[in-house]
């Protein structure tokens, strides 16, 4: 079993930028499927970004091209790099990882984004 840890969430400013990262404590990680979703105030979960163990990555297409999600295997790290954003990006940002049947999802970070 493993377990992941998100952290880098916080209160931002519209147009500003945030970092979230996420440590897969558990080696069985490496090979699984990275991601991250969100679930803002009244909706429901959703996916912004996935990362395979080769690095083929999946967006949200309403992101607009705005994050970018990277995985450092050899530290069992996962980023979402944020840019521009906006108060529709408040969310708790959460981080999974899967592999078949197997699903784990960290405890959530909450971005803010607001003036």
């Known amino acids: 079993q493993g377990q992941l840890v998100e952290s880098g969430g916080g209160l931002v400013q519209p147009g500003g930028s945030l970092r979230l990262s996420c440590a897969a404590f558990g080696s069985i990680f490496r090979i699984y499927n990275l991601g991250w979703y969100r679930q803002g105030p009244g909706k429901q979960r959703e996916l912004v970004a996935t990362i395979s163990s080769g690095g083929s990555t999946n967006y949200a297409d309403s992101l607009e091209g705005r994050f970018t999600i990277s995985r450092d295997s050899a530290k069992n790290m996962v980023y979402l790099q944020m840019n521009n954003l906006k108060p529709e990006d408040t969310a708790v940002y959460y981080c999974?990882?899967?592999?078949?049947?197997?699903?784990?999802w960290g405890q959530g970070t909450q971005v803010t984004v607001s003036s």
């Open positions: 999974n990882a899967n592999y078949g049947i197997s699903n784990h």
